[in-house]
């Protein structure tokens, strides 16, 4: 018994290695994969530029008021709220104030005399105390519209957006999305919202 | 990217700062140890040549003087906004346009500080670069700047480089694939200089 159960158990030694190889080799691209695609645009704040939204709902406030060419700009952010933003997971709400007490509109915007070569910028005022991988507040700020065009304008306001929920910028060189600089790309791609965007919010 | 600071070590940025407040009747404005990075999107250039057409002055200089910019206020909270810098260049040489050695040109840098209602300066770190600082030798692409005389703008975040002591060229904004970045990160400013005599 013991001499035929030794066989057994010495006998299968080869193949089972060569399936554990090919388990790992299984494993290792499952994990090279997503990491690989990562490359391509890192999400939040660990692997790219950008936190995380504190929550899956975006609010926003119209701060520009009726000066600086805020009308030209607010065709655009509205825009990129409704057609790129409320489509995925996580939805889109304007409102009224600034902050009530420690609760901080998510993303504030208005136009401002940027230096060149700076069409928009985003940037974290304020983090999330408790979990500083997440933005409390952010400010998204437009330069006065003469130094751009309509499509600069559509494409600036989906890329600040993007990176207000994490998004960093897109290198595939075939990539649709917006946040790949070097194009004037006006939504985000499907893997913005199928890889990052939805599986986080 | 910049560094993110351990939440003891803003306390205690923090307190000393408050100390030092307290301690001194000085009206210098305080700055803290946090930064505030700032995404920003610019024009890109597909080449070198492209970025020098848009270009109306291609200089190498060295920063001798790093100012107070223009300040944008926050439309809403009193006191609180964004203020620039203004950068001093002292032209070395020139690549492209109408100046010459000696002379020296102001540029106002997009990224400077968000000054807090208290007065306190939190360091603007914008597409990864920190600020210029004096001493700096860079070359620059240059085009109109609204305020016009010798003020100029940047026409690209990657229209900026620094000049390594071997003449070589570095890229200072981060993450940016542009065609124009990608070749002048491997050239030195006199390859530069006979590409655009060509
Ligand atoms: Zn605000
Ligand atoms: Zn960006």
Known sequence: MSDVSLGRSTRPTRPASFLRLLYLAGLAVLFALPALIAIANPFGPTEGCCRYADSSTHTWLDAAGTGGGAAAWEFYFEAAMDYDLAPTDMSEAEVTYHNIGTNYVDVEWYTSSLEPPAIGVAQCILDVPADPTRCNHWHVRFNYPTSSTATQRHHTACHEIGHTVGLDHETSPTSSSCMKSTTSNVTFSSHDTTVHINPKY | ?198
């Open chain 2, 1 to 198: 990217m910049s560094k993110r600071h351990h939440p003891y070590g803003i306390a205690l940025a923090t307190t000393l700062l408050l100390v030092a407040q307290s301690c001194t009747s000085s009206t210098s404005p305080s700055t803290t140890q946090r930064t505030i990075e700032v995404e920003a999107v610019a024009s890109t250039f597909e080449s070198l040549e492209a970025m020098a057409q848009a270009s109306e002055i291609i200089v190498e200089g060295e920063i001798i003087e790093v100012a107070d910019g223009r300040f944008q206020p926050h439309p809403i909270n009193e006191g609180e906004g964004d203020l620039g810098l203004s950068l001093t260049i002292e032209i070395a040489s020139v690549l492209k346009g109408d100046v010459e050695p000696g002379e020296t040109v102001t540029v106002p840098w997009a990224g400077g500080y968000y000054v807090e209602p208290d007065g306190t300066r939190i360091p603007l770190v914008i597409n990864g670069q920190a600020h210029p600082e004096v001493g700096e030798n860079s070359l620059w692409f240059l085009g109109p700047h609204p305020d016009g005389g010798a003020t100029w703008g940047l026409v690209a975040f990657e229209g900026r480089l620094l000049v390594e002591d071997n003449g070589e060229l570095a890229l200072t904004t981060h993450r940016l694939d542009s065609g124009a970045a990608l070749e002048l990160n491997a050239m030195t400013v006199d390859e530069v200089r006979q590409a655009l005599s060509n």
